[in-house]
């Protein structure tokens, strides 16, 4: 059992530093790796010196006196928020806070990420001085202004540049942050000299927290500069720190980030830990509708509707569905519990339809209750069986209650908070808002899709297979104009559609259509011996599903579930195209609408660009992780 713990915890540090390379000399590795023959030589310089052209091309692009990196700064809280109210601004922050504070408990109470050896920390600090070093040197210096702002030319027409001394001399802030980096680095270089102590791994968590502090503590130290637009008014401050209401709050966003993994921490040895993990589950399922509609839009509740209607609705869909569920929970309930169960999915569908058209009244709460009615049911025949099992079904059906008609209450009710435009959030909020709801509302109807176009049952079979195909023949930029454009149209009197939700509404259609494929790829993975082995021990049909087929699909899916959600998320740029003001159009159309920044796009463009590579790139690292946790890929 200990060898086998050993194995366990140890996997990951070594497929992220196998012994071999760790054994390696900085020269062995050069010679093994880049100097191994004279063709690798020749193809190794031939390559560095094209790398140092792009580079030094890249670092006159970004620092070129052409750039306007003010309109960057000064319009940061535009590129967040768009137009909500600055006296309102505080409840963006609590919305972040509530966010950075549940990473920190999630975080705590799940995440077992290893640990980094120091000698890995040590060789990163150096390579990052180094390669800040190499920037400062390659770069070019500067054009010379005169006082208008024009470029300096001698006789010959050619721009002047000041002297290699002059320039290093202005760029003395990154040779400051080169020379720390180095020194940290070579100080734990010297410091853990024993090669045996060099391999010593220092958990992950804490260097990132520690990095995180590090680049909150320069918020105090360094003088970044103060851009920003007071009252109308422009304000640029090179020489000095960002504002206090900017630094205090990301202050603060630390210190509850620490703060709660390390109470998450303390979580994991006592008996409380379950409790936590249902808690930081919920608590994530909760968030988007909470934090956007109730934290910062301020809902003015009609206590009188609340208790006269919404609270009597889901106390007797909570009780009659349990009811209904504990009965198709029973033994011996067969056929016509599955037969109940679709005809409990038809009757909520006809709801829908009848309220598209018009035909009668009836309250949204009533038409989602009784869809996610359905749901439970044809879940049913998993928790058929044991009182305990069929307890968990009752509980989380009660549970689903309660939080459905909490949300479409929320959501529901008038704000008070005095919006400038009809989007009470834009930018990167709007971006990560779009993208968070559309991956939660697909993957379920995804999975779904996928049971069903694989499915014995012609009828699920062919929807299923049109449906797909339909949309997987239409661009997602016409899904979007037809749900924002013209299905407004053929609503009954009366009846709106906000943009946002019709919005949300085609994008998760037409997502969950391509995330079905992905999921029917990892079902036909699924070998015949799997199906027989659970039908040999009696599993139903929904249990062999549901315990045996689908994790194994699901885990053989990860790669390609991952590049969805990636694609999902870079495609929310397309909202710019239907008059969404999302972060890329803040960049595109409001930022270079300003007279202080006529024109300038490029700048904007590129942070855009750079956000979307961060967030990105972190999801594609963390599912390598996850891969190599479930032991995908290994041979």
């Known amino acids: 059992m200990t060898d086998i713990t050993q194995i366990s915890t140890g996997s990951n540090d070594e497929l992220d530093a196998p012994e071999e390379a760790a054994s390696l000399s900085v020269r062995q590795w050069l010679r093994t790796n880049l100097f191994s023959s004279w063709t690798n030589a020749a193809l190794t310089l031939l390559g560095g010196?094209?790398?140092?052209?792009?580079l030094r091309g890249v670092l006159n692009f970004v620092f070129s006196e052409n750039r306007e990196w003010d309109a960057v700064r000064t319009n940061l809280r535009a590129l967040m928020t768009l137009?909500?109210?600055?006296?309102?601004?505080?409840?963006?922050?609590?919305?972040?806070?509530?966010?950075?504070?549940?990473?920190?408990?999630?975080?705590?109470?799940?995440?077992?990420?290893?640990?980094?050896?120091?000698?890995?920390?040590?060789t990163w600090l150096m390579a990052t001085g180094g390669l800040i070093i190499l920037c400062v040197l390659v770069r070019e210096p500067s054009v010379l202004i005169d006082?208008?702002?024009?470029?300096?030319?001698?006789?010959?027409?050619?721009?002047?540049?000041?002297?290699?001394?002059?320039?290093m001399n202005d760029r003395l802030s990154w040779w400051i942050a080169a020379m720390l980096l180095l020194a940290m680095g070579t100080a734990i270089w010297s410091r853990y000299s024993d090669p045996i102590r060099r391999n010593v791994q220092v958990p992950v968590t804490t260097v990132v927290c520690a990095g995180l502090g590090l680049a909150t503590l320069t918020l105090w130290l360094v003088p970044y500069g103060h851009y920003a637009f007071a009252d109308g008014e422009y304000i640029a401050e090179p020489g000095s720190t960002v504002a206090f209401s900017t630094k205090m709050p990301w202050?603060?966003?630390?210190?509850l980030l620490v703060t709660f993994f390390l109470a998450a921490r303390n979580l994991r040895e006592t008996r409380w830990l379950g409790i936590a993990k249902g808690g930081s589950n919920l608590l994530w399922l909760i968030s988007p509708m909470t934090?956007?509609?109730?934290?910062?839009?301020?809902?003015?509740?009609?206590?009188?509707?609340?208790?006269?209607?919404?609270?009597?609705?889901?106390?007797?869909?909570g009780l009659l569905g349990g009811v209904a569920l504990w009965a198709l929970t029973r033994v011996g309930v067969g056929e016509g519990g599955r037969l109940t169960a679709v005809a409990l999915l038809g009757f909520a569908v006809f709801h829908w339809v009848a309220a598209f058209f018009g035909w009668y009244p009836m309250l949204q709460k009533a038409r989602i209750s009784f869809l996610l009615l359905a749901l439970a049911a044809l879940l049913a025949p998993n928790f058929i069986g044991e009182a305990a099992k069929r307890r968990q079904l009752i509980i989380g059906w009660l549970s689903a209650m309660a939080l459905v008609h909490y949300l479409a209450t929320m959501i529901n009710t008038p704000s008070t908070v005095e919006l400038q435009s009809t989007e009470f959030l834009g930018g990167l909020g709007l971006t990560l808002f779009v993208a968070l709801i559309v991956v939660l509302l697909s993957f379920p109807l995804g999975v779904l899709l996928a049971l069903g176009r694989t499915s014995k049952f012609p009828i699920f079979r062919?929807?299923?297979?049109?449906?797909?195909?339909?949309?997987?023949?239409?661009?997602?930029?016409?899904?979007?104009?037809?749900f924002s454009v013209m299905v407004p149209l053929f609503l009954p009197d009366g009846m709106e559609l906000a943009e946002l939700a019709?919005?949300?509404?085609?994008?998760?259609?037409?997502?969950?259509?391509?995330?079905?494929?992905?999921?029917?790829?990892?079902?036909?993975?699924?070998?015949?011996?799997?199906?027989?082995?659970?039908?040999?021990?009696?599993?139903?049909?929904?249990?062999?599903?549901?315990?045996?087929?689908?994790?194994?699909?699901?885990r053989v899916s990860i790669p390609q579930?991952?590049?969805?959600?990636?694609?999902?998320?870079k495609e929310t740029s397309l909202l710019a195209i239907i008059g969404l003001f999302d972060f890329l159009r803040v960049a595109n159309s409001v930022i270079p609408a300003q007279s202080e920044f006529m024109g300038v796009k490029r700048e904007g463009i590129l942070l855009v660009a750079m956000i979307y590579f961060f967030f990105n790139f972190t999801i594609s690292k963390y599912s390598q992780r996850v891969e190599r946790r479930v032991g995908l890929g290994d041979r």
């Open 49 to 54: 010196f094209a790398g140092l052209l792009m």
């Open 291 to 317: 934090l956007f509609w109730v934290v910062l839009r301020d809902p003015d509740l009609d206590y009188a509707h609340v208790l006269s209607t919404d609270l009597p609705m889901g106390v007797a869909f």
């Open 561 to 569: 579930l991952v590049g969805q959600v990636i694609a999902t998320f």
């Open 83 to 122: 137009s909500y109210p600055e006296s309102q601004y505080v409840r963006v922050w609590v919305a972040l806070g509530f966010v950075v504070g549940l990473t920190g408990l999630s975080a705590g109470i799940w995440a077992n990420w290893g640990g980094v050896s120091v000698k890995r920390m040590s």
């Open 502 to 554: 019709a919005v949300l509404t085609g994008y998760t259609l037409f997502s969950a259509a391509y995330l079905a494929e992905n999921v029917r790829g990892g079902l036909q993975s699924v070998t015949k011996g799997q199906y027989e082995a659970a039908d040999a021990i009696g599993l139903t049909a929904a249990q062999r599903t549901g315990f045996i087929v689908l994790p194994q699909a699901l």
């Open 251 to 255: 202050t603060v966003m630390w210190l």
């Open 147 to 167: 006082g208008e702002g024009k470029a300096l030319r001698d006789v010959e027409g050619l721009v002047r540049r000041e002297s290699f001394l002059s320039a």
């Open 462 to 482: 062919i929807l299923s297979t049109s449906y797909i195909e339909v949309i997987r023949g239409v661009p997602l930029i016409s899904v979007l104009i037809f």
